[in-house]
C-alpha cells in the first residue's frame, strides 16, 4: 500500500477501506507515514468527507492505536459522560456523584481545558489534594467501592488522535463532522464505558456555532457508539452564554456544590437533571428503555435525580468522592478554604435600561483565561482562585449601574483586562428578549 495513492484515491472522492484506514493511522502513529502526506490526506477529507463506515473504521483504528482501558472488573453497567466543551460547563462534577449514589457505576476519564473552554481535571485539581492521575487499579477499586472515579487521559489514550488533532490545528482540518466525531469517539471507545450520554453544546460559545451542525455531530457520534455496541445519546444544548454563572475552576466547584445541594442556578440545574436522569436509563436500572422513547421511565429518572439531590445523598457520594482521591473534603465543607482571589472586581452597566439581548460567550472564556483561569501555553500554571461570576443573562433587564458581573482576579491590570473584555462581550436590546432554551434536541 502507497500512501501516494490513498491520497489521490480520497482526493477523487472514493472511500478507503478499513485495511487502507488502519494503514494510515498506524503509519502515522508509529512516525513512519510524515505529516505532509496525512495534512494532504485531511484536506482531501475535508472536502471530499467520510462515509459512515470510514468514519467508523477511523474512530476504531485512533480507539485501537494505544491502551484500552479494560473496565471488565467493574460489576454493572459502567456509564460514562462527555460535553464537547464550553463556558461554566462543570456538569461532570454533578452529575457524577448523582448517578453513583443511584449505585450506577460511572468511571470517567476527562480533560483539561481547551482553548476558551474548561476542563474538569482542572477543575477537579482546584480542591486541595485531590489526585486525578489515579492508577488504572486505583480507578477500578474505586469504582467497585464508591461507584465513581475521575481520572485524566492516560498518555497511551488514543495517542493516534493526540498526533492528527495536533496537526489538524495547524492546517485548518479541525471543523470536519467526521474528523470531530472520530477524534471524540475514539477516546470514549477506548475509556471502556458500555454507555456514553453525549452533551453537544451548540452556539457562539461551542464548536458547533449552529444547531444543524450541532446535530450533525450528534448524529455522527452516535452512530459510531452503536456501531461499537454501546448504549449511545446525544443531547443538545445551547452555549449561547456561560452555563450557570461561574466559570472559573475553584468558583465553578463551589457552583457544583451549590447545586448538589439544591442551590444551584436554575440553567445549570436544568441540565444536570436532564443528563444525570439519561446517564440513569442508560444504564438499563429502570428497565430495558435505555434510550427513555417512553415518558413514564423519563419522568422516573427524572425523580430519582431530584431524590437524590432532596436527600443529601448527591452532596454525599461528592464529599466521598474527594476523599477517595485524595482531597481534602473540609475544602467542600467550608468553602473559604479554596483558593481565594485579592480582588473581586463588579463589571457595572452605564446606559438607559435594557434588555440582554446577546452574550459572547467565547469571550466569558478568555476573560477567564486572561485573569490565569487557563492554559496561554502547554506550560502555563493554572490559577484556581481566578474567573467571572455572571450576574446578567440574555432576556435579564439592565438599568444604569447595574453589575452584570464579578472578575475574581490576581492582578489589577488582568482585571482591567477581563473588564474590557466583559463590557464588549454583552449586547443589548431595548425590546424585550425572551430567555434562550436549554435543551435543543435529543438525538437517540
Ligand atoms: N474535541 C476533541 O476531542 N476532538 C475534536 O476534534 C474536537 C473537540
Redesign the pocket.
Known amino acids: 500500500m502507497r500512501m501516494y495513492d490513498l491520497i489521490e484515491k480520497k482526493k477523487r472522492g472514493n472511500e478507503l477501506s478499513k485495511e487502507e484506514i488502519e494503514f494510515v493511522v498506524e503509519g502515522f502513529t508509529k512516525g513512519i507515514i510524515p505529516d505532509y502526506q496525512i495534512s494532504a490526506l485531511l484536506m482531501a477529507i475535508y472536502f471530499m468527507k467520510m462515509t459512515d463506515e470510514e468514519t467508523y473504521n477511523l474512530t476504531m483504528a485512533m480507539a485501537n492505536s494505544g491502551t484500552r482501558l479494560n473496565l471488565s472488573a467493574i460489576e454493572g453497567v459502567k456509564i460514562d459522560k462527555h460535553s464537547?466543551?464550553g463556558v461554566g460547563d462543570k456538569t461532570t462534577l454533578v452529575v457524577g456523584p448523582i448517578v453513583a449514589a443511584c449505585g450506577i457505576p460511572v468511571a470517567k476519564m476527562s480533560g483539561k481545558g481547551l482553548g476558551h473552554t474548561g476542563g474538569t481535571i482542572d477543575k477537579l485539581e482546584s480542591i486541595e489534594g485531590f489526585n486525578t492521575s489515579v492508577s488504572e487499579d486505583t480507578f477500578i477499586k474505586n469504582v467497585n467501592e464508591i461507584k465513581i472515579a475521575v481520572a485524566g487521559q492516560t498518555a497511551n489514550l488514543a495517542p493516534a488522535d493526540k498526533k492528527l488533532?495536533a496537526l489538524r490545528d495547524v492546517t485548518a482540518t479541525?471543523d470536519n463532522i467526521s474528523?470531530?466525531a472520530s477524534?471524540?469517539m475514539s477516546?470514549k471507545l477506548a475509556s471502556g464505558a458500555d454507555g456514553i450520554v453525549l452533551d453537544v453544546k451548540c452556539g457562539n460559545g461551542a464548536?458547533m456555532k449552529n444547531e444543524e451542525d450541532a446535530v450533525k455531530l450528534a448524529e455522527a457520534m452516535v452512530k459510531i457508539g452503536k456501531m461499537a455496541g454501546r448504549t449511545t445519546m446525544a443531547i443538545i444544548t445551547d452555549m449561547n452564554q456561560p452555563l450557570g454563572c461561574k466559570v472559573g475552576n475553584a468558583l465553578e466547584v463551589i457552583e457544583a456544590v451549590d447545586t448538589l445541594k439544591g442551590n444551584g442556578p436554575e440553567d445549570f440545574t436544568e441540565l444536570c437533571v436532564v443528563i444525570a436522569s439519561r446517564m440513569i436509563l442508560a444504564s438499563g436500572i429502570l428497565g430495558s428503555d435505555i434510550y427513555g422513547e417512553k415518558q413514564e421511565n423519563l419522568d422516573k429518572a427524572v425523580n430519582m435525580v431530584k431524590e437524590k439531590i432532596k436527600t443529601g445523598e448527591a452532596y454525599d457520594k461528592f464529599c466521598e468522592f474527594v476523599t477517595m482521591q485524595g482531597g481534602n473534603v473540609e475544602v467542600i465543607k467550608n468553602i473559604d478554604l479554596f483558593p481565594k482571589a485579592s480582588y473581586i472586581e463588579p463589571v457595572v452597566y452605564n446606559g438607559e435600561s435594557m434588555y440582554i439581548r446577546q452574550i459572547h460567550t467565547e469571550d466569558i472564556g478568555k476573560a477567564s483565561l486572561v485573569l490565569g483561569g487557563g492554559r496561554e501555553t502547554k506550560e502555563s500554571v493554572i490559577d484556581m482562585a481566578v474567573g467571572v461570576d455572571i450576574v446578567k443573562k440574555i432576556g435579564d433587564t439592565v438599568k444604569n449601574g447595574d453589575v452584570i458581573a464579578y472578575i475574581y482576579g490576581n492582578s489589577p491590570d488582568k482585571v482591567t483586562q477581563a473588564k474590557d473584555i466583559i463590557l464588549n462581550a454583552y449586547l443589548y436590546s431595548n425590546e424585550k428578549v425572551n430567555k434562550p432554551k436549554l435543551i435543543k434536541n435529543i438525538v437517540i
Open positions: 464537547t466543551g488533532y479541525v474528523l470531530i477524534s471524540i477516546k464548536f
